[in-house]
């Protein structure tokens, strides 16, 4: 026997979230009849209820509904009968609850849901259909050239709101009905649009009634905007315009204005203001020239002079949809006209692509955080960035390209791709997500009728919304929060993929003749993303791309892509001319272009450092090979010294002249330079990673440079075995293992005459040994010196350039200074003899860390020095807060400080013993030598200051020079500089803020600390 179900259990089935509260409702007096009716009709009420958004949302409003008719016969007729007119009601009751407490408040609307024979759908009425209808239930005959109504005053405005609230309540019908609600969003848009054009004008034919003879002596155009210019509305929004008056029948023009401007504020009161039925929507004209401060309404000629002289990027931008709606629709279009020319050379601006796509940037940062994630139109992945991405695509080139000039969004979008401006593809992707979007965001509208862009996140909410989209698999709430989500990451990737690569469809095979065939169109493509030479780039993409060859093919393919990529940059031309040069060498090589083709990572990570880097650029040209490591993290991992030596000797052992030995060493530095380079300007340069990766291979190339000197001096002095053993001791930023890419190698030499050695020969070789490290590291060749610097040593230049360990112990016990100190703090031994190393460290420490600190007298003196080097050393015309070195706050400031409070504690505190700037800052910080927030002041001086200054090198390829040193002031210098630091586009002014802010502070911790 069959188990009875019960009626809460079947309402639950049907979707109904309070099946009890429902099957309460289905009995009330009021509609029991009606749901016994339509059961014994064969056509269930609770199952057509059921097919609604919100079911419960549907019950409860109709029950209401049938209460306000009194039981009305055509009601319960559409109720009792399955077709179209009730599915229409319900869900229109079912997804709006607005739309429901209108019919509730008057029940015979719902005869305008009904399907009537002859008559056309709703959805493919035109607009002159809409301006007919409008101006008929005010009175006006559409056929007047100044139509002006008879239903007049209050009740005129109450009647084109009520002739609104109709229209939009069977567009919603038919919206909320439809079988495939994304194909037949651009319809629902522009219906709602042309009922807006269509209320304005019945709203000034209102409003030219109250004025003497209709003010048929001025011509009133109102020009749509946005939205309403596009065809393309929601269904709340404020609607955008623009006024253009001109005088008819004799008129001067003071008073046309003055007539127009009476007109213009009549109608946004007609609108917007008080009445007995409820406001439509505020009338927004501050898009007009001046914004609010502008006047409400211009003549044509006046609407020029300010184009021509005054407007700014985006007001062009704006003008794009701009359409004639209501009024004189004649002088609209002569508006629309002389405009156009103005509108579509807008791109001929200076830095129009940088400001449009700046203002995206404004867009997306006007977003409140706590919406970030929720907004629909202006976050990321938002309606925004279609429509701003067709909107540049449209600015750029249908300056040359007539055919692409559509006002409305998807049209637009359409008509990019068929002329190859879009791959066809993508435009059918974004064109896909852009009408889901949309649809989402009418549903979310059409609930209260009230301007909302916020996805909710109350369960209920987004269980209607789902239920009344029923498409691309979404059909309740965590469908929809799961779709939703998607198409916002598949958006924003898109919109990236487009706005910054419109030369050429991202995945499509084009020919050569495809990329040269239009060189006009072309240029415009590179310059709406960034390029500054598109000439030039026309010329590399046509040398790479010509030709049948596979490699000319594969470009083909690579070179879409690589373009935005390149554009991404702040150097897209030198990135694009530097993959050329790389190509040209490694083209032939068959790994290069099929790792970039195949690759998830090598061929974006190649474009980002070549349009970043000036320096990885030129290094590469030198290492082609390294383009291997783009392929994954691994390659590009630091490697130790415990990695590096080995294959150090092995390189050497396979050469046996000296230069040739010194030469696989230096290659091995370059080798590792640039591996650092690579990661630096991949990941924003962070703190310390580089300095140490460019320490090491200084270290390693110090020992491999010693021992083919050792071996060469030996051999020189006719000695069959090294008549001392030898020590590099490192110093400066060599020894503290904060080499940047700039350094030199500061270094003391140390040598031990072995047992038996003549003295003098021995000093004679460790001299030679001495100058041939020197030599063969910092002399030319075909690798990039290394300049080792001893000047450092006792006596500076004036002494000997080695001492025998003896020599040193004596020298410092008489003479050593406190400079001599503190420089010995960063000594560290890192070539030669490990007895010798150990011995040495184990003189000088007693030296560097003296257990009872240091006299006043040596404390003054440091300071006296101190002093002297920021007045005399710093270069002329560099302004001190500039110099990342020697200003105030830079690099200096902090080491001085650091290394006088380890000259003062270091003897009791051993924790403070370490050549490195920023351990011994920490470890005064644990000593509670200075405070956290000195510390942190300190250091994050310290680190800017040094990732600035590796990003100087990074960017523009210079390793020496004073420049390297100085926060730059050239704009485009600094915005290279700021963007490998990780900046976003135009951030250099940010960057320099805070640099200048952080050594700042950092210089009032060095005054409290160092001279107090």
């Known amino acids: ?66 209460e306000a008719s009194d039981g009305g016969g055509d009601l319960t007729a559409v109720l009792t009968s399955d077709g179209p007119h009730r599915d229409r009601l319900l869900a229109v009751l079912g997804a709006s609850s607005a739309l429901g407490d209108m019919l509730v408040a008057r029940p015979g609307d719902v005869t305008l849901l009904a399907e009537r024979d002859g008559e056309v759908p709703v959805l493919d009425l035109t607009a002159e259909d809409e301006r007919e209808r409008a101006l008929r239930a005010v009175g006006a005959d559409h056929r007047d050239a100044v139509p002006v109504a008879t239903v007049t005053g209050a009740e005129g405005v109450d009647t084109l709101r009520r002739t609104y609230r109709r229209r939009i309540l069977e567009i919603a019908a038919a919206d909320l009905t439809s079988p495939d609600p994304l194909a037949d969003l651009p319809k629902v848009a522009a219906a709602v649009a042309d009922v807006v054009a269509g209320a304005l004008d019945a709203a000034l034919a209102v409003v030219r009634a109250d004025q003497p003879d209709g003010a048929r002596g001025v011509r009133l155009a109102v020009l749509g905007m946005g939205k309403t210019g596009g065809r393309e509305l929601n269904y ?38 008080p009445s007995g039925e409820p406001a439509l929507w505020p009338l927004d004209a501050n898009l007009r020239p001046e914004g609010k401060d502008g006047p409400l309404v211009r003549t044509l000629a006046s609407h020029l002079a300010y184009y021509e ?221 960034g390029f500054h030479d598109p000439a030039g780039a026309i010329r590399h993409i046509a040398a790479m791309t010509e030709g049948i060859t596979r490699r000319a093919a594969i470009q083909r393919q690579l070179l879409p892509v690589m373009l935005g990529w390149f554009a991404q940059g702040p150097e897209p031309d030198s990135g694009l001319l530097s993959f050329r040069k790389l190509s040209e060498t490694m083209g032939t090589t068959h790994w290069y272009l099929k790792l970039l083709r195949d690759s998830g990572a090598a061929a974006e990570r190649l474009a980002h450092l070549l349009s970043h880097s000036r320096y990885v650029a ?143 020969t021995a000093t004679r070789t460790a001299v030679a040994v001495a100058s041939k490290v020197r030599g063969l590291l910092g002399e030319g060749g075909g690798e990039p010196p290394l300049a080792v610097d001893a000047d ?15 020599a040193y112990a004596e020298y410092y016990e008489r003479w050593v200074e406190p400079w001599e100190r503190q420089a010995l703090l960063r000594a560290r031994p890192v070539a030669g003899d490990d007895d010798l190393a150990r011995r040495f460290v184990a003189l000088v420490d007693p030296l560097r860390y003296p ?11 440091l300071r006296r020095i101190k002093a002297r080097v920021e007045s005399e050393r710093m270069p002329r015309g560099v302004p001190p ?68 200054r590796d990003a100087i090198v990074l960017g523009t390829g210079r390793t020496t020079g004073a420049k390297i040193d100085t926060l730059p002031h050239e704009a485009v210098e600094l915005e290279v500089v700021a963007r490998i630091l990780g900046f976003p586009p135009g951030g250099r002014l940010d960057l320099e803020e805070e640099y200048l802010r952080r050594a700042r502070r950092a210089r009032t911790v060095v005054d409290e600390l160092f001279y107090q």
């Open 851 to 861: 257990a009872e600190g240091l006299t006043e007298a040596e404390l003054r003196e």
């Open 618 to 760: 030129a290094s590469l040209a030198t290492l082609p090979e390294a383009v291997r490591w783009l392929d994954g993290d691994d390659e590009l991992a630091p490697r130790t010294r415990e990695v590096l030596e080995p294959e150090l000797l092995a390189l050497q052992s396979r050469r046996a002249e000296p230069v040739p030995g010194v030469m696989v060493a230096r290659y091995l530095r370059r080798r590792e330079l640039l591996r650092a380079g690579i990661g630096d300007v991949l990941d924003a340069v962070p703190d310390g990673r580089s300095r140490a990766m460019i320490t090491t291979a200084a270290d390693v190339a110090l020992a491999g440079a010693l021992r083919v000197a050792v071996a060469e001096a030996t051999a020189e002095a006719g000695l069959s075995e090294p008549p001392s053993r030898y020590l590099v001791v490192a110093m400066g930023r060599l020894g503290g293992e904060e080499m940047s890419y700039a350094s030199d190698a500061d270094v003391l030499f140390v040598h031990e005459p072995e047992p038996g050695a003549d003295p003098e």
């Open 309 to 529: 002289r005054w407007a700014k990027a985006w007001e062009f931008q704006a003008l794009l949809k701009a359409r004639p709606v209501a009024g004189d629709l004649a002088l609209g279009e002569a508006y629309v006209e002389a405009l156009a020319p103005m509108v579509w050379s807008a791109v001929e601006r200076e830095h129009f692509v940088e400001d449009a796509q700046a203002m995206r940037r404004r867009v997306e940062d006007t977003v409140p955080a706590q919406h970030a994630e929720r907004q629909l139109k202006l976050g990321k992945g938002g309606l925004r960035d279609v429509e701003f991405t067709v909107q540049l695509l449209q600015m750029v080139h249908g300056r040359t390209d007539e055919t692409i000039r559509s006002r409305t969004t998807l049209q637009g979008l359409a008509q990019l791709a068929r002329a190859g401006y879009v791959g066809r593809d993508h435009a059918e992707e974004l064109g896909h997500h852009y009408r889901f979007l949309r649809a989402l965001e009418h549903r979310i509208q059409l609930y209260r009728l009230r301007r909302s862009h916020l996805v909710p996140t109350d369960e209920a909410d987004l269980r209607r919304l789902g239920r009344s989209l029923r498409t691309d698999g979404v059909d309740g709430a965590e469908s929809l929060e799961e779709r939703w989500r998607q198409v916002r990451r598949e958006v924003r990737h898109l919109h990236e993929e487009i706005f910054y690569r419109p030369l050429l469809p991202l995945t499509a095979q084009l020919s050569a003749q495809d990329v040269v065939l239009a060189p006009a169109a072309a240029r415009a493509r590179l310059a709406a993303i």
């Open 1 to 66: 026997m069959a188990r009875e179900v019960s009626a809460a259990s079947r309402l639950r089935r049907l979707g109904f979230a309070a099946p009890a509260r429902a099957e309460s409702l289905l009995a009330e007096p009021a509609l029991a009849p009606v749901v016994a009716a339509a059961e014994a009709a064969d056509a269930p009420l609770p199952e057509a209820l059921g097919r609604a958004a919100d079911p419960d949302l549907a019950l409860l409003t109709l029950l209401r509904l049938v």
């Open 792 to 806: 450092l040593r006792p006596e500076g230049r004036n002494g000997p350039m080695t001492r025998t360990l003896s």
């Open 236 to 273: 709340i929004s404020d609607v955008d315009v623009v006024y253009v008056v001109e005088p008819a029948g004799g008129t001067e023009e003071g008073d046309a204005l003055a007539v127009g401007t009476r007109l213009a504020a009549a109608l946004a009161r007609a609108c917007a203001g």
């Open 881 to 948: 807060t500039r110099h990342l070195k020697l200003g105030r706050g830079g690099l200096s400031d902090v080491e001085w400080t650091v290394q006088l409070l380890q000259l003062r504690h270091a003897g009791r505190v051993p924790e403070l013993r370490t050549t490195s700037t920023t351990r011994a800052l920490h470890a005064l910080h644990e000593a509670g030598l200075v405070s956290a927030e000195e510390a942190a002041r300190l250091d994050g001086a310290w680190q800017l200051a040094s990732r600035i």
